[in-house]
């Protein structure tokens, strides 16, 4: 039970801003101080729906600024990421000890929930081992997990398999959710560009079974152009063609889509998911974000993993999602990019409890201290979260009703400890 009291401004959405007090029970927001709750004073601050980062690759954790690895053409980047994999070896240990160091900077930067696509699958790897290791480091420190289980260049029928046995150990409910909303099963190949008809056909097969949500990546340049090579098509033709532009699928990336492109998913009812930190700094494109809004498509905000954005800082990517924003169209305002890092992200992953701060919304919540110089000047606090302060991090991070970071320290661990299992595991 909480009260958080004398709030600057509460964002309950994009739309919706006031001030005053919020009051959690049981993990939701309600409208009354229930008794006997915490209080916990706010004032000089800004209140916000926990950051969901709908696009991260985790594992890339352990491999951040590697030699090799940026601003190259993804002919160059995937071998040098692969050796980099081969020489650590991709286990259950090392998806721990990288999931709980992407985590624990996410929940600090005010990231509460995390899809993560894993696409490393070495043959014979333990899956299961993997995929349970992930979702233990994100319960232990009190993060949401979205698992995806990917493949890039995987045996489709191995994938397949692999998925379906991951499916089956997690304790997942209803659309493949875990009761109490803290875990979430999800597929999905890497893209057209890696792999082809049959891997997409049996995940989805999965997916069906499960009731499992799908995700993928579409139209990078590499991923127009290798389509173009590999099937003289379009990689959103391909898509189509393989059954999945549908309701239950999110596209991550878009920065290679045609004006018809665009009508055609707004039309199959698709989700979008922008990560500017990885495509802007990688120089794989820019996605039309404006467009893709204005036809009425939800997009949601990822900062995909540390081989192509070494900073799992969510609201960072915001600020570049604004100021990239109009070298494709109209300028995005912060509010709206606000709105995608937190509502538009949750609901790309069928999650509409998260990403608000309406009564009955998950209670996972962002404090962001407003009151220092940094902020001195600004008009919009909102906006100033986003224009103001680069690289600025929340006060006290609330996910599940539960305090997470408290006056800006990771409560759940001890992020030295985190760091040491990281340099002794991977030992670069």
Same mark, same amino acid.
């Given at each position: ?5 004398? /709030? &600057?401004?509460? #964002?309950?959405?994009?739309? !919706?801003?006031?001030?005053?007090? $919020?009051?959690?029970?049981? *993990? %939701? ?74 985590? /624990? &900077?996410?929940? #600090?930067?005010?990231?509460? !929930?995390?899809?993560?696509?894993? $696409?490393?699958?070495?043959? *014979? %790897? ?95 340049? %590499? ?206």
């Amino acid at each position: 039970m909480l009260s958080l009291t004398g /709030a &600057e401004a509460i #964002l309950v959405d994009p739309l !919706t801003l006031r001030g005053g007090d $919020l009051h959690v029970a049981d *993990g %939701v927001i309600v409208d009354g101080a229930p008794p006997g709750a915490e209080s916990i004073d706010v004032s000089g601050c800004v209140v916000t729906a926990g950051l969901v980062n709908a696009h991260h690759h985790l594992l890339q954790s352990a491999f951040r600024t590697l030699p090799g690895t940026r601003s190259v053409p993804m002919a160059e980047w995937l071998p040098a990421m692969a050796a980099a994999y081969s020489t650590a070896v991709v286990d259950p240990e090392l998806a721990s000890v990288a999931a709980r160091v992407g985590l /624990a &900077e996410g929940l #600090l930067s005010g990231v509460t !929930t995390v899809a993560d696509h894993h $696409l490393t699958w070495p043959s *014979g %790897v333990d899956s299961v081992g993997v995929a349970q290791a992930t979702a233990d480091a994100a319960r232990d420190l009190g993060a949401r997990l979205v698992f995806v289980r990917g493949a890039a260049r995987d045996d489709p029928e191995e994938a397949a398999a692999s998925a379906e046995a991951i499916a089956r150990a997690l304790p997942l409910g209803a659309g493949g959710v875990s009761t109490d909303g803290m875990l979430q099963l999800a597929v999905g190949p890497a893209g057209v560009h890696s792999d082809g008809e049959e891997t997409f056909r049996l995940l989805g097969e999965v997916a069906a079974r499960h009731g499992l949500r799908r995700r993928t990546q579409a139209n990078e340049q %590499v991923d127009v152009a290798i389509a173009l090579e590999r099937y003289g098509r379009r990689p959103l033709d391909l898509l189509e063609e393989w059954g999945w532009l549908a309701p239950d699928v999110t596209l991550a990336h878009l920065c290679g889509v045609t004006e018809d492109e665009i009508g055609r998913l707004a039309a199959c009812g698709i989700t979008a998911t922008h990560a500017p930190g990885c495509d802007v700094m990688m120089g794989w494109g820019v996605a039309p974000v404006a467009a893709l809004r204005d036809a009425g498509i939800v997009v949601g905000l990822g900062t995909s993993g540390g081989g192509s954005n070494d900073a799992g800082h969510l609201l960072a990517d915001a600020r570049l999602a604004m100021q990239v924003s109009g070298l494709l169209g109209p300028a995005l305002a912060a509010h709206d990019v606000l709105g995608m890092a937190t509502e538009g992200s949750a609901l790309g992953l069928g999650r509409a409890e998260l990403g608000h701060v309406r009564p009955g919304a998950a209670a996972d919540l962002c404090v962001w201290d407003v009151s220092g110089v940094a902020d001195a000047g600004v008009a919009d606090p909102v906006a100033g979260l986003l224009w103001a302060s680069p690289g600025r991090r929340p006060k006290h991070v609330i996910v599940a009703g539960r305090v997470v970071v408290r006056d800006s320290v990771l409560v759940t661990a001890d992020e030295h400890d985190l760091v040491a299992a990281m340099r002794a595991r991977v030992r670069r």
